[in-house]
């Protein structure tokens, strides 16, 4: 019978190097961060700012700061294009449907 799934030393956790254990803490902790926060201000959802905190990690700090700048600019242009649409196609309600 072959038990090669049943190693302790095979097991991905155990094999991981110091800068993956080092990512994986800074993750934990900014996530854990982000959710005080939230429960702190009192937000109606606090659970999107953990999971914001999830999706912008990144292991190196400058990918971290331009992944978040382009979710910000993202955000932007989606807010900009909700606005353009829903002004012009507000009063045809046929129009807005599709648009």
Same mark, same amino acid.
């Given at each position: 019978?072959?038990?090669?799934?049943?190693?302790?030393?095979?097991?991905?956790? %155990?094999?991981?190097?110091? *800068?993956?254990? =080092?990512?994986?803490? =800074?993750?934990? $902790?900014?996530?854990?961060?982000?959710?005080? $926060?939230?429960?702190?201000?009192?937000?109606?959802?606090?659970?999107?700012?953990?999971?914001?905190?999830?999706? $912008?990690?990144?292991?190196?700090?400058?990918?971290?700061?331009?992944?978040?700048?382009? =979710?910000?600019?993202?955000?932007?242009?989606?807010?900009?294009?909700?606005?353009? %649409?829903? *002004?012009?196609?507000?009063?045809?309600?046929?129009?807005?449907?599709?648009?």
């Amino acid at each position: 019978m072959n038990f090669q799934w049943l190693a302790w030393d095979q097991l991905p956790w %155990i094999k991981a190097n110091a *800068g993956q254990w =080092r990512y994986a803490l =800074r993750n934990a $902790i900014a996530m854990c961060l982000a959710l005080s $926060i939230a429960y702190a201000l009192d937000l109606d959802e606090p659970y999107w700012a953990m999971t914001s905190a999830a999706v $912008i990690s990144f292991p190196t700090v400058g990918g971290a700061i331009s992944k978040s700048l382009g =979710r910000i600019v993202g955000s932007l242009m989606g807010a900009s294009a909700a606005l353009l %649409i829903a *002004g012009h196609t507000l009063n045809e309600p046929w129009l807005f449907t599709f648009a």
